[in-house]
Each structure stands twice: as structure tokens, then as C-alpha cells.
């Protein structure tokens, strides 16, 4: 179990990558819970910027993870989806004003699902196995609102996603952290390999 905590998500030195957008985030979503005239084209628009920078983020860590690392190649599998689906999006903004919502109501239901299967994986041998069954729980009720969000009611649309950018933001904080690694257990891991 203790080689599965040392490559389970991959560690790598570039986690400050996804730091750098956790903070961009935070202050995205309060810009949108305080401004509710933002334009909804704007807001589809940014979200649209911001699935493709996430998937060059996904791009840059797949290519500079450890290929013996296990899920690797989710991160490269990501990276080109999320690519793709954001600029086939921005084609069409009026289409993708309409869809948004649900677009993202099933990816936060898929990282919710996803958190909560890590959080019972990870119950054993990880420390914070907590913070993914807490950050499960959050994004399926995210999921939920996005679901049952009206079009018609944009300010509800407008707080949801200044709310889902804020723990975007935070999850995103929290998951570079963890994706750093730990120079002592890496140091370890090296001479394990050298006496093998």
C-alpha cells in the first residue's frame, strides 16, 4: 500500500501548476457573485478559457509524470477532451450558453463520484482520505443545483458559478498540494530502487 500512496496520482515537481489556477479562481468566483449583471455569454465564454487552460494544465503534468506512474495517461486523456471540448464550444457560443449548466453538472457529478471512490481507496493508507469524501459529498451537490438550475434564473446561474469557481479554486489548491512530492519518500524510494 505504501508504493501505491507514492504513485497513486502521480506526484510530480510541477504541482505548482495547478496552484497558480486555484488561486486565479477565487477571486473569478467572487468577481461573479458580486457582479450579477455579467453577461451570461461572458461567463460561458470564461468558463469555455477556462476548460482549455485546464487542459494544457492536464497536458503539462501528463508529460512531466513518471510513465511508470499509475494514471498518467488519465491526465493526457483529460487534457485532449477538455482541449477539444473547449474549443468546439467556443465555435458556437449560443449553443454553448445553453448547454453550460449541464455540461458542467456532469463534470462536477464525475469528480464528485471519482472523489468519493479515492476517498474509500485512499481511506487506509492516506491521512487526508477525509478531504476527498467531503469534497465528494460537495461536488455531487454541486451537480445537483446545476441540474435543477432554470435557465431563466440567471442570477441563480451566476451564484452557482461564482460558487463552483470559489471551490473550484480551493480544490483545486488542495489537490496541487498533494500532488507535490515529499523529498524524503522520493530520496527513499530511489535507494529502494538502486538496491533492487
Known amino acids: 500500500m505504501e508504493n501505491l500512496e507514492k504513485i497513486f496520482w502521480g506526484k510530480t515537481r510541477y504541482w505548482w501548476i495547478l496552484l497558480i489556477p486555484g488561486i486565479m479562481l477565487i477571486p473569478c468566483g467572487c468577481w461573479f457573485l458580486f457582479s450579477p449583471s ?18 494544457i494544465i492536464q497536458f503539462i503534468i501528463a508529460f512531466n509524470t513518471p510513465r511508470h506512474a499509475h494514471g498518467w495517461g488519465w491526465w493526457l486523456a483529460g487534457g485532449i477532451i477538455d482541449v477539444f471540448v473547449g474549443f468546439m464550444m467556443l465555435g458556437n457560443i449560443g ?8 455540461f458542467f453538472a456532469f463534470i462536477f457529478l464525475y469528480k464528485g463520484v471519482s472523489n468519493l471512490v479515492s476517498a474509500f481507496i485512499s481511506m487506509s493508507y ?46 483545486l489548491i488542495f489537490f ?11 530520496y527513499e524510494y530511489t535507494l529502494e530502487e538502486a538496491h533492487q
Request: charged fraction near 10%; include cysteine; hydrophobic fraction near 60%.
Open 38 to 55: 455579467v453577461g451570461y455569454f461572458t461567463i460561458t465564454t470564461t468558463l469555455l478559457w477556462m476548460l482549455i487552460l485546464t487542459g
Open 176 to 186: 496541487a498540494l498533494d500532488l507535490r512530492p515529499d523529498k524524503k519518500k522520493e
Open 95 to 102: 449553443f454553448s450558453a445553453m448547454i453550460l449548466p449541464y
Open 126 to 171: 492516506h491521512n487526508t482520505w477525509w478531504l476527498y469524501l467531503i469534497n465528494g459529498l460537495l461536488l455531487l451537490v454541486l451537480a445537483t443545483l446545476f441540474f435543477l438550475s432554470p435557465f431563466s434564473a440567471m442570477i441563480a446561474i451566476d451564484f452557482l458559478i461564482g460558487c463552483a469557481f470559489i471551490y473550484w479554486g480551493i480544490n
